[in-house]
């Protein structure tokens, strides 16, 4: 088969096929590491052993993955506009306090293995941060 | 009718994609893994077979359409771009019809008004859908690449950004999501609501249409309200890319349902009319400059024809031509 | 023949689509809506397939046996030629920006007028024989089989297209409806499909060198007539010379204008400005044809009979050639003779005796057009002009579909136009330069018997140029084109009576003083001129 316009054509294939291939191109066949959120923070830890050894968090894990993010929403709405720090959850009916700083981060006390691990990797930039002030997280100690 | 059958044709493909990323965990791989692994290959490889059958047939004749006023004495002032006289001038052209839809731009709208008075009115509603969607498409196209590569480079990241920033719900909306849906519906009603556009209509014009709003809605659905997996989907995505497929347990059939009308679209795209992408680059009426006078075009099969030359003239009117008295090559 | 409706029933389109889709809706031959078949001996003499006598209107057009496969063969062919072609057939998407574009549509309402659907109708028979989706899936995949139906509607509708290529101008691929008709009819002829009002000058011009078949002598005679008109007007005798060799420049213009009004006015235009720029030029009555209906036959009979031209110009050893006021054939000129029948590699670039001006534009082809020619003129001051005798006229410019969208001459005659009439008003925006509408009557269809269509087909034009009639008085549609001088005056003449037709150079002779001429009293076509008819009104 004789090709006309050779410069032409393979310019445009090369765009193609360069535009096309180029996520495989820059990962180059390695395996990608995942994300591993960890829920080994002290206060968890401590919360779990005086919970009989359960890690609990205002909803099940299944549903905070997907959820927490318009869970949060809601609780800054409830908290700013109607004043109401109150959150009976769904799963074990408990009252929690409706608190970032308060209350997730209170537990979550490392937000660099925990938030950040996912968000990162997604790349999702919660604009928490934007009036929250971002905890102070105590520097690694090397086992 | 030809809309009914494309609507079922989509609405079937929902359903196959639901069961496969419901049923067990070898259908998962098979709608995961193997259907966008082959629907990919399929794209790539036979657009550029599509290409090269383009490219395979020679463009005989310089026969750009020329929208302007030629190169010619020096003080006429030529029109560089609408009729290009230098590379760079087609450069231009081009680039203007493939990144703001520049022909689509002249759209007129021809009204016949009473007692027969033709009047030309603008209609640029189709040049700006057709702009939202295909920008739409491809800034949620660029933006998925946050799936694909393992660290979201800067660009991607701003593109989200900004695709969000009036910072709406959470996860944030993207406008491109709301222009993308709304640009094909609005393409859609067009189709069936101008009696002359859908008089022209094939089941090859919805069915694209109605897959591909199939596929934002199925991803906006999953981002926004059934939620997925997202990191499943992320590793998913990576062990495709890196070649080491594997398929975690806790996406829905929603995401299935999302790639798998995806691969169909990928599969079918090289087919389809939808080979206008690469198609527009090669359009002679487009991609060639107006110098037929000033330099030779060369056809490649031009060959020798039979013509009635002047000896053959003069042996037939040489007395009719003495008698004129016009001169003649022999006596 | 058909009669014709009056206007006002003309003028009342309906853009309803039948009932039915389109590919259940059967081709109706309407008369007044297409021409008739062509003659065998018109085939014969260029050896054109098929030839017989046949009427469009018969069921049984006597095609050759295996006509089926001559045509997809035909197609398949010609997909491997023009890459124009193939990608033209896999890349529409239906979008219709094209549709109320084309002048056959808006006139006659007919869906299958619509570029697209005009280009769906062969689209439909590639999918069934040249994809895998459309050998499969059939009518889901918008394929069709070739049968005699199929074929009935590809003769009506690709001689219902006049190539004006005004649907590219806003397609967002560049999609030629042009293209198409051209291959469609090429297909068309491989079973002597033709219509006679181009096999006719076709076989014309090959063997006599012009389309109308006028012999040597009967060019001859046809000038001296305008040579006498001339000397009537102007008081000057002018000795034009015939097949010269030596001569400097070799004159070719379609023969239209050596044969009817008001083509002739614009060819006694061309006499009397050579003459006064005492131009070494010559005509030919071998090559006495610019224009070329070969092309709206097949791309082989355009080369054909274009061949002449560079032939004369080698055998009568001129250095350029200069070209007469015609549309197409400047398309033809400009995108393909150098391509069929070059290189000239034995005439020098153009270069203008009288200014000195080398046409760069023109350096490979070595053909100017009149216009380029005399706007450089009257630019560097070569003419002696007096406008005000074409002062009774406001004229009005026609941009000529191939000269705007297959060149793109659009300045150069305006130039001249502006400096030979004081009252000069254009059209709507819409309708002029490269969204310029057509005559109707282009490729070839400027016969008799399609008269409606023509009308029809002319309506957007005529619309406009009513529009500036009323609104400022406008009494010339001038142009550069003999079709369009042929076909316009009748267009006029039906939707808006009171304006008349001209060509450029006709304008330019009236207004052009010439070295020992009489005071003239009258234009070129005898009427008194306006400062003679103030002079008569006081006295």
Redesign the interface.
């Known amino acids: 088969m004789k090709i006309y316009n050779k410069g032409l054509v393979f310019s445009l294939i090369l765009v193609f096929a360069a535009i096309a291939l180029f996520p495989f191109l820059v990962q180059g066949g390695r395996v990608a590491a995942k994300p591993d959120p960890k829920t080994d923070t002290p206060e968890i830890m401590q919360y779990a052993q005086e919970h009989g050894g359960k890690k609990e968090c205002v909803e099940s894990k299944e549903w905070m993955r997907g959820e927490h993010m318009q869970l949060l929403n809601q609780w800054r709405d409830s908290v700013v506009r109607d004043d109401n720090r109150g959150y009976i959850s769904n799963t074990n009916h408990q009252r929690w306090n409706m608190s970032l700083q308060n209350g997730c981060m209170k537990c979550h006390s490392n937000k660099k293995k925990f938030c950040d691990e996912c968000h990162n990797y997604l790349s999702v930039k919660p604009y928490c941060w934007d009036c929250h002030i971002q905890p102070a997280e105590k520097e690694e100690v090397k086992s | 009718m030809k809309a009914i059958?494309s609507f079922v044709a989509v609405l079937l493909l929902v359903a196959i994609g639901y069961m496969g990323g419901s049923a067990g965990s070898t259908s998962r791989f098979l709608f995961g893994v193997v259907a966008p692994y082959s629907a990919?290959a399929i794209?790539?490889v036979f657009?550029?077979v599509?290409?090269?059958?383009?490219?395979?047939?020679?463009?005989?004749?310089?026969?750009p359409?020329?929208?302007?006023?030629?190169?010619?004495?020096p003080?006429?002032?030529?029109?560089k771009i609408?009729?290009p006289?230098s590379v760079f001038g087609v450069v231009i052209r081009m680039a203007l019809?493939v990144l703001v839809?520049r022909?689509?731009f002249?759209?007129?709208?021809?009204q016949?008004h009473e007692?027969?008075?033709?009047a030309?009115g603008e209609a640029k509603w189709?040049w700006m859908a057709?702009l939202a969607f295909h920008y739409s498409f491809a800034i949620i196209l660029f933006r998925h690449?946050?799936?694909?590569?393992?660290k979201?480079p800067y660009p991607?990241?701003l593109v989200?950004?900004l695709d969000s920033f009036l910072?709406i719900?959470?996860?944030l909306l993207y406008l491109t999501d709301v222009a993308l849906l709304g640009a094909v519906t609005y393409l859609f009603i067009r189709r069936v609501a101008?009696?002359?556009?859908k008089?022209?209509?094939?089941?090859?014009?919805y069915f694209p249409l109605f897959l591909i709003f199939a596929i934002g809605a199925t991803g906006v659905l999953m981002r926004y309200f059934t939620?997925?997996?997202?990191?499943g989907v992320?590793?998913l995505a990576?062990?495709l890319?890196?070649?080491?497929p594997a398929v975690p347990e806790?996406i829905g059939a929603m995401f299935y349902t999302h790639v798998f009308l995806l691969s169909v679209l990928f599969a079918y795209f090289p087919?389809s009319?939808l080979?206008?992408m690469?198609?527009?680059?090669?359009?002679?009426?487009?991609?060639m400059a107006?110098t037929?006078?000033?330099?030779?075009?060369?056809?490649?099969?031009?060959y020798p024809?039979?013509?009635?030359?002047?000896e053959e003239?003069?042996n037939?009117?040489r007395d009719?031509?003495k008698?004129?008295?016009?001169?003649v090559e022999k006596e | 023949m058909s009669k014709l409706p009056k206007p006002a029933e003309l003028a009342k389109v309906s853009y309803n689509n039948p009932a039915t889709d389109w590919m259940d809706t059967p081709v109706e031959f309407k008369p007044g809506m297409y021409c008739h078949g062509s003659k065998p001996k018109s085939l014969e003499i260029v050896g054109f397939p098929n030839p017989r006598d046949w009427r469009p209107a018969d069921a049984d057009w006597k095609l050759p046996e295996n006509w089926k496969e001559i045509l997809i063969e035909g197609i398949a062919d010609r997909l491997k030629k023009y890459r124009s072609f193939r990608l033209f057939m896999d890349i529409c998407v239906r979008c219709g920006a094209c549709a109320d574009k084309c002048h056959f549509f808006i006139g006659t309402g007919d869906p299958k007028n619509m570029p697209v659907l005009r280009a769906e109708l062969i689209r439909s028979v590639y999918r069934k024989e040249f994809t895998t989706a459309g050998k499969i899936l059939g009518r889901m995949a918008g394929a069709r089989d070739l049968t005699l139906d199929v074929l009935k509607e590809w003769w009506y509708y690709f001689y219902q297209c006049t190539e004006c290529r005004r649907c590219s101008v806003f397609c967002p691929y560049g999609i030629d409806q042009a293209e198409i008709t051209i291959i469609g009819r090429e297909l068309l002829n491989l079973l002597g499909l033709n219509i006679e009002w181009i096999a006719g000058p076709v076989s014309n011009c090959y063997m006599k060198g012009n389309h109308l078949g006028l012999e040597p002598h009967t060019i001859v005679g046809n000038l001296e007539y305008m040579l006498d008109d001339i000397e009537t007007v102007t008081g000057k005798r002018i000795k034009p010379s015939f097949n010269r060799k030596g001569a400097e420049i070799l004159f070719v213009t379609p023969s239209g204008d050596l044969f009817a009004d008001p083509g002739t006015y614009t060819c006694m235009g061309y006499l009397m400005l050579f003459e006064e720029l005492g131009l070494d030029y010559t005509w030919s009555t071998y090559a006495s044809e610019g224009g070329n209906f070969g092309f709206f036959t097949s791309n082989e009979m355009g080369k054909r009979l274009n061949s002449k031209i560079y032939a004369e110009a080698k055998r009568l050893g001129v250095k350029w050639i200069l070209g007469g006021e015609c549309g197409h054939m400047w398309r033809v000129l400009s995108q393909y003779m150098d391509t069929w029948n070059g290189p000239a590699d034995f005439l020098e670039v153009p270069k203008s005796p009288i200014t000195g001006t080398v046409f760069e534009n023109a350096k490979s082809m070595k053909m100017v057009h009149i216009a380029e020619f005399t706007a450089d003129l009257i630019k560097n001051n070569k003419l002696k002009l007096d406008p005000k005798r074409n002062d009774h006229l406001t004229v009005t410019w026609h941009d000529s579909c191939n000269v705007s969208r297959g060149m793109g001459m659009l300045e150069e005659p305006r130039y001249v136009l502006r400096n030979v009439v004081n009252n000069f008003v254009e059209m709507p925006e819409d309708t002029i330069r490269e969204k310029t509408f057509c005559c109707g009557s282009g490729t070839g269809l400027n016969a008799s018997e399609d008269m409606e269509l023509r009308m029809k087909g002319g309506f957007p034009r005529a619309n406009a140029a009513k529009f500036v009639h009323e609104h400022y008085g406008v009494n010339m549609l001038a142009n550069v084109c003999a079709i369009d001088r042929a076909t316009l005056k009748p267009l006029m003449d039906y939707w808006v009576p009171g304006v008349n037709v001209c060509g450029l150079h006709e304008l330019v002779a009236n207004a052009m003083i010439m070295k020992g001429e009489k005071e003239r009293t009258t234009d070129l076509r005898g009427e008194p001129l306006p400062n003679v008819q103030a002079k008569e009104e006081k006295a």
């Open positions: 059958v990919f794209f790539v657009m550029i599509r290409i090269l059958k383009w490219a395979s047939s020679p463009v005989p004749f310089r026969i359409t020329t929208a302007g006023q030629q190169k010619t004495l003080w006429i002032k030529d029109s609408e009729n006289s019809e839809f022909s689509l002249r759209n007129l709208k021809t016949l007692g027969g008075r033709l030309y189709l057709g690449l946050r799936f694909f590569l393992e979201v991607i990241q989200e950004s910072q719900g959470a996860p101008l009696p002359q556009v008089y022209i209509s094939l089941i090859a014009d939620k997925t997996d997202i990191v992320k590793t990576m062990g890319i890196s070649f080491n806790t087919f009319k080979v206008h690469g198609g527009v680059f090669m359009s002679p009426t487009r991609n107006n037929s006078r000033e330099k030779r075009h060369i056809n490649p099969w031009n024809v039979h013509v009635h030359t002047y003239y003069e037939d009117f009719k031509m008698e004129a008295g016009l001169p």
